[in-house]
Nanobody, 120 residues
Framework: QVQLVESGGGLVQPGGSLRLSCAAS????????MDWYRQAPGKQREWVAG???????NYVDSVKGRFTISRDIAKNTVYLQMNSLKPEDTAVYYC??????????????WGQGTLVTVSS
C-alpha cells in the first residue's frame, strides 16, 4: 500500500503565503506523477499543479505566477509554495500520486487533504 500525507495548511490573510508538503510512503517502486488538486466549498475538485513528462512544471491558469510546485525525488515528496494568496484560493488541497508498487502493480493514491483558508 501507498500512503500520502499532506501538511502545511492553515489560515492566512490575503496576500500571505503557505507551503504545503506531501510525502509518499509504503511499498513504492517508482512514482510517475505527483500533482496537487484542490476542492473549494461547493465546487468540484480541480487540478492545480504538476509536472510534465519532461519534468517541467505546469499550473492551472488561476495560480500561475503565484504558486510553485517542487519535488524531492529521493524523499518521494512534493511541495506547493503558495504566494499572494487570495480568498478564492480557499479550499482543501489534495496530493495525488501515480506510480508502481514493489509488486509492479500500478497505484493511484490520494492524500487526506489539508485545509487552506484565506481570510482577513
Amino acid at each position: 500500500q501507498v500512503q500520502l500525507v499532506e501538511s502545511g495548511g492553515g489560515l492566512v490573510q490575503p496576500g500571505g503565503s503557505l507551503r504545503l508538503s506531501c510525502a509518499a510512503s509504503g511499498s513504492i517502486f517508482s512514482i510517475y506523477a505527483m500533482d496537487w488538486y484542490r476542492q473549494a466549498p461547493g465546487k468540484q475538485r480541480e487540478w492545480v499543479a504538476g509536472f510534465t513528462g519532461d519534468g517541467l512544471t505546469n499550473y492551472v491558469d488561476s495560480v500561475k505566477g503565484r504558486f510553485t510546485i517542487s519535488r524531492d525525488i529521493a524523499k518521494n515528496t512534493v511541495y506547493l509554495q503558495m504566494n499572494s494568496l487570495k480568498p478564492e484560493d480557499t479550499a482543501v488541497y489534495y496530493c495525488y500520486a501515480q506510480g508502481e508498487e514493489i509488486t509492479r502493480n500500478v497505484f493511484n493514491a490520494w492524500g487526506q487533504g489539508t485545509l487552506v483558508t484565506v481570510s482577513s
